[in-house]
T-cell receptor, first 112, second 112 residues
Framework: NAGVMQNPRHLVRRRGQEARLRCSPM?????VYWYRQLPEEGLKFMVYLQKENIIDESGMPKERFSAEFPKEGPSILRIQQVVRGDSAAYFC??????????FGPGTRLTVL | ELKVEQNPLFLSMQEGKNYTIYCNYS?????LYWYRQDPGKSLESLFVLLSNGAVKQEGRLMASLDTKARLSTLHITAAVHDLSATYFC????????????FGTGTLLAVQP
């Protein structure tokens, strides 16, 4: 059973471009969480999704950020018009029943 | 708002010594996690503590949970260089989301 997969592992964008981060949960997991880790800090919750539903987006910035988890395919975290402050590691985690979360390898976003 | 505080933030210790990392949190929770993170890597789950008085041990690491005091400890026995990493505690706030609130992290450097 493959673990949580994220791609790309590294992403470089210039200011103003869009960043799309993908997360494929573990097989059988229908709950997905996104966390952001700024340099030298802990992880901060962004959003919690189940298939086709956003359950809790209390950690998402109000503008430029969106997330989805469609019926088919991976979960996508989308950042529009990136700024330097968006540079961070973005981790996805999945769980089968909203209990223990299993983390992916992360996507490291660098905004030039 | 739930706060999770770890101390110390940085710990330099010699091989063979013992030490304890503390994790305090500000609201009730019945589930606490400890993770290890190596530089540039994802999170490795170390322990899941589910109830008051829970104690778990794996190798040189032992974790405990006191839900009444809202305190968890990660004890390191006879440290070795391979334990050098950043350690995070994370509290599950339960409810409808089970999202995790992470501590600030403790950077452990074990010197030969």
């Amino acid at each position: 059973n493959a673990g949580v997969m994220q791609n790309p592992r590294h992403l470089v964008r210039r200011r103003g471009q869009e960043a799309r981060l993908r997360c494929s949960p573990m097989k059988g997991h229908s709950h997905v969480y996104w966390y952001r880790q700024l340099p030298e800090e802990g992880l901060k919750f962004m959003v919690y999704l189940q298939k086709e539903n956003i359950i809790d987006e209390s950690g998402m910035p109000k503008e430029r950020f969106s997330a989805e988890f469609p019926k088919e395919g991976p979960s996508i975290l989308r950042i529009q018009q990136v700024v330097r402050g968006d540079s961070a590691a973005y981790f996805c985690a999945s769980s089968p029943l909203g209990t223990e979360e299993f983390f992916g390898p992360g996507t490291r976003l660098t905004v030039l | 708002e739930l706060k999770v505080e770890q101390n110390p933030l940085f710990l330099s210790m010699q091989e063979g010594k013992n030490y304890t990392i503390y994790c305090n949190y500000s609201t009730t929770s019945d589930r606490l996690y400890w993770y290890r993170q190596d530089p540039g890597k994802s999170l490795e789950s170390l322990f899941v503590l589910l109830s008051n008085g829970a104690v778990k041990q794996e190798g040189r690491l032992m974790a405990s949970l006191d839900t009444k005091a809202r305190l968890s400890t990660l004890h390191i026995t006879a440290a070795v260089h391979d334990l050098s990493a950043t350690y995070f505690c994370a509290v599950d706030i339960g409810g409808a989301t089970n999202k995790l609130i992470f501590g600030t992290g403790t950077l452990l450097a074990v010197q030969p």
